[in-house]
C-alpha cells in the first residue's frame, strides 16, 4: 500500500526531528562536564481505547523513574538516571566508542492534542527495557441531545 504524501512529511520530520536530537545530544556531550546529557528513544502509537507512548530506558531501574502528565493532558514528562552500577572503568586506557549514555535524563513527549485522556486510568510498567506509559482515552457519551425549555 502507497504511502500518502502527508505519511512520508511526517516521517521526513520525525527522522530530521531524531537526527537532530542525536546531533544536540553529542554537542552538549561534548562540552559538558560530567558527560550526562542523554534522552531516551520514544515511540507514541494509539489503538482503539488508549494512547502508547513506549520508552527505551535499558539499564534505569523503575525506582530512578518519574512520569507525570500536565496538567493540560498534553505533555508526558519521564525523568530518571541510569548509573553504571558495578561495571568497572578500571583499566580503560581509550574508548573507541560510546554511545550508552549514563546519568540524568529528562523527555518531554507531546501527545497529540485530538486524543483526550482519561486521567484516572494511567499507568506505567517497566518491560525487558521499556517503559509502557498506557493513557486510557475518554469514551464519548456520543450524541448528546440539549433539552429546549419554553
Same mark, same amino acid.
Given at each position: =500500500? @502507497?504511502?500518502? #504524501? &502527508?505519511?512520508?512529511? &511526517?516521517d521526513?520530520?520525525?527522522e =530530521?526531528l531524531?537526527i537532530? $536530537?542525536? =546531533? %544536540?545530544?553529542?554537542?552538549?556531550r561534548?562540552?559538558s562536564t560530567? /558527560?550526562?546529557?542523554?534522552s531516551?528513544?520514544?515511540?507514541?502509537?494509539?489503538?482503539?481505547?488508549?494512547?502508547?507512548v513506549?520508552?527505551?530506558?535499558? /539499564?534505569?531501574?523503575?525506582?530512578? %523513574?518519574?512520569?507525570?502528565?500536565?496538567? &493540560? $493532558?498534553?505533555?508526558?514528562?519521564?525523568? /530518571? !538516571?541510569?548509573?553504571? +552500577?558495578? =561495571?568497572?572503568?578500571? +583499566?580503560?586506557?581509550? #574508548? #573507541?566508542?560510546?554511545?550508552?549514555?549514563? +546519568?540524568?535524563?529528562?523527555?518531554?513527549?507531546?501527545? @497529540?492534542?485530538?486524543?483526550?485522556?482519561?486521567? $484516572?486510568?494511567?499507568?506505567?510498567?517497566?518491560?525487558? +527495557?521499556?517503559?509502557? !506509559?498506557?493513557?486510557?482515552?475518554k469514551?464519548?457519551? /456520543? !450524541?448528546?441531545?440539549?433539552?429546549?425549555? &419554553?
Open positions: =500500500m @502507497p504511502k500518502f #504524501y &502527508d505519511d512520508i512529511l &511526517d521526513i520530520e520525525r =530530521m531524531r537532530s $536530537d542525536d =546531533m %544536540l545530544v553529542q554537542i552538549f561534548l562540552h560530567t /558527560g550526562e546529557v542523554w531516551p528513544r520514544v515511540d507514541i502509537y494509539e489503538t482503539k481505547d488508549k494512547l502508547v513506549k520508552i527505551c530506558a535499558a /539499564g534505569v531501574k523503575p525506582d530512578n %523513574l518519574d512520569i507525570s502528565l500536565s496538567p &493540560d $493532558d498534553r505533555f508526558l514528562t519521564i525523568r /530518571g !538516571v541510569r548509573s553504571e +552500577g558495578n =561495571m568497572l572503568r578500571k +583499566g580503560v586506557v581509550r #574508548y #573507541y566508542q560510546l554511545e550508552v549514555y549514563y +546519568g540524568p535524563f529528562e523527555r518531554v513527549v507531546a501527545l @497529540p492534542e485530538s486524543v483526550k485522556i482519561n486521567r $484516572d486510568q494511567l499507568h506505567a510498567a517497566y518491560k525487558e +527495557g521499556f517503559i509502557i !506509559v498506557t493513557l486510557p482515552k469514551q464519548s457519551d /456520543g !450524541v448528546r441531545r440539549v433539552p429546549i425549555s &419554553d
